[in-house]
T-cell receptor, first 109, second 115 residues
């Protein structure tokens, strides 16, 4: 499975944007880029996914590099409820998700 | 919809005991899976199923059994509990149709301690 590389942790102030980078230099042409987050003491929840084009939804935006070897999850205005571990995952044509250690996001009030 | 439900929430076992972790979903999803999460780590896939009667091994299947007799239920059995199986266990499900194919839904987890 293609792997992803994320920083261990990031800090942000409340109501400021957060940019979470992810490197995936061995991504294949059929891999989708998925992001999940895990709030404290909860199961992971889906955030967003994309293939080649940038994507927006109510939770976040996903910016994908033109060569697809990296991507950035953007939380436009961080709130205290966004404090979580964020996982960048490459998903092929099956259902399986492979979780790394993720990035722990801390939001300061 | 209740989504993905897991029981029990907490469980303490002694080494060598067996037990079954229950998982159910009410979204008619074809795909279900079990993960374990050790402290400070990401989730690791134990077993998964793409439909009733079909199961397969994930990354860390040893010491666990699964079966899928209905679409709704996917129990995980610990045959002979060991302290190394102390972990938080998450069940997840996902649909095959266009609207649900891209999102896996996770349960709240079962926190298991083996003494």
């Amino acid at each position: 499975d293609a792997k992803t590389t994320q920083p261990n942790s990031m800090e942000s102030n409340e109501e400021e944007p957060v940019h979470l980078p992810c490197n995936h230099s061995t991504i294949s042409g059929t891999d989708y880029i998925h992001w999940y987050r895990q709030l404290p003491s909860q199961g992971p929840e889906y955030v967003i996914h994309g293939l080649t084009s940038n994507v927006n939804n109510r939770m976040a935006s996903l910016a994908i590099a033109e060569d697809r070897k990296s991507s950035t999850l953007i939380l436009h205005r961080a709130t205290l409820r966004d404090a979580a571990v964020y996982y960048c995952i490459l998903r092929g044509n099956d259902y399986k998700l492979s979780f790394g250690a993720g990035t722990t996001v801390t939001v300061r009030a | 919809n209740a989504g993905v439900t897991q029981t029990p929430k907490f469980q303490v076992l002694k080494t060598g005991q067996s037990m079954t972790l229950q998982c159910a979903q009410d979204m008619n999803h074809e795909y279900m899976s079990w993960y374990r999460q050790d402290p400070g780590m990401g989730l690791r896939l134990i077993h998964y199923s793409v439909g009733a009667g079909i199961t397969d091994q994930g990354e860390v299947p040893n010491g666990y059994n699964v079966s899928r007799s209905t679409t709704e239920d996917f129990p995980l059995r610990l045959l002979s509990a060991a302290p190394s199986q102390t972990s938080v266990y998450f069940c997840a499900s996902q649909g095959a149709d266009t609207n649900s194919y891209n999102e896996q839904f996770f349960g709240p987890g079962t926190r298991l301690t083996v003494l």
